[in-house]
């Protein structure tokens, strides 16, 4: 392997930014987890900086991990000590001199791929078509305008979209719309072939169904086309708050999680999401007390536990909602204003328990269960194993065919609550993963990063190694993303007090 010298004289040579130093952020991400210092940290600006770079990279065999803005969950954006870090976040979004343009370059197609213009009311599948580097909040600020969104918006609206759909990532309109894979209509990426570097261009919606997800294990997004839809009105709108609550945790999840079963069946929603209401979640002069639409939200009896679910879609697919939660004893049906609603989703956001001075850990940042009338076995862990022992609560989603669990712990930032939040959530973790009864799958919802290989199944495999296989044979980029038994490193263990 070449020397990190040579690899910078050349990078000086053709102009292209990097960073000297190895003992930087840049070893880690959003996950917490570390694979040490890249070999070097370089930043390209526009296509032909990457063509020169994977063709040095290529030539000299040293690997390749694309990274946008490093708002990975799992470890995707990780590289080793032998790879480049490639920060992507400029692609698409800056001018020839590397600065960030305050209007994003956004052109659109429709499902031929045809260039055509984004009028309000325009009922079309349209897709806009964007640099790599632009976040979906920054898109849908655009969107606004003509009063249409990204289908498919993550909670982290800083995140770019073309990390999004390296993860395959969800969120608000995945009940509706699916998640990254069933919105992406078009992708053009940075290759690596026997001369060094090529530019592909994929259309084939199967194709692309079946890259969602690939964490940058076959190329370099430049520019890719992501579904847009119109804004839902507000009269045809239909916002209800589901709440119940318990002395006894299993009842609670087992009520809860069998209506959303129930609820999957029979409704259609594009928000779908769920808290936990505890003594700590507002202060006592918040003034969500003094909300006389949402405050019994907030209030439950002293021995309780409260879950509230909250749903959001067009009414035509909620019509029934409210014939369904009849079925069940002890579900409180409430109906709330647009505003209420939007009110609800920060609080929901801000549930994770952030708090000053602490750092919410991603150690158990998604679970999966595949048989939501299970969520009170896999709660009643969760607060066995981390009740009491560090700030945090259950939030999530529902899915087309399941939920999503994030449990944060709330640790501050010495070395010390670092290990102890670190430790507990790969406890819980490995007690629910590995334990059948609890019906669960691992990260299924920001992607598998470090453990993209181990935890797919045969089919999946079989399709990665034949989309390397043709976009990437000579296993230049993220080739650490497919081995059976990854490196998996907590950066906390790094801190020295």
Known sequence: MIERQELFDYLSEEKIKFHEKRDTHFKSDASFLTLGNPFAI???????????????AAKHEIPITPRAMGSST???????EETILMIVDRIGVCDKWGMRKRKPEIKFVDRDLNPTELEEGDDRELYAVVGAGLSTDELDKFLKQKNYHTAVVPSSGWSSISGNF???????????????????????????????????????KNKIEK??????TLGVIIELGVLVVPILKSEDTANVVLSYESTDIVTLGE????????????????NAEFLFIDPLLLTDDDPLWEDQELSDFFKMGQENKKMLILYQGEKSGMDNLEDVVKKYDGIVYKSISVAGMNTMLKVRKAATGKSTNRVALTGFEDIYVTKPSKLGIVLEKIFEICEGKLPGRPIGHQYVDGIVIHYR???RVIKEDYLSAWNLTQELTEEIINNEKYYTNKRMEHGLGLELYKLSDDQRRQELADLKSEFDPKNLFNPHLLLEEPRIEFVGQHLKI
């Open 255 to 270: 009520v809860m999680g069998t209506l959303i079963e129930d609820t999957q069946k029979n409704c259609s929603f594009l």
């Open 42 to 56: 370089v930043f390209p600006k526009n296509e032909t900086e990457i063509i020169k770079l994977v063709t040095f």
């Open 166 to 204: 390296a993860t395959n990532a969800g969120g608000n309109g995945t009940p509706k719309y699916g998640t990254f894979k069933d919105v992406v209509g078009y992708l053009k990426m940075i290759v690596a072939d026997e001369n060094g570097a090529k530019i592909v261009e994929i259309t084939d």
């Open 409 to 411: 712990p709330q640790a």
């Open 211 to 216: 890259m969602g997800g690939f964490q940058g």
């Open 74 to 80: 799992a470890g995707a954006a990780l590289a080793t």
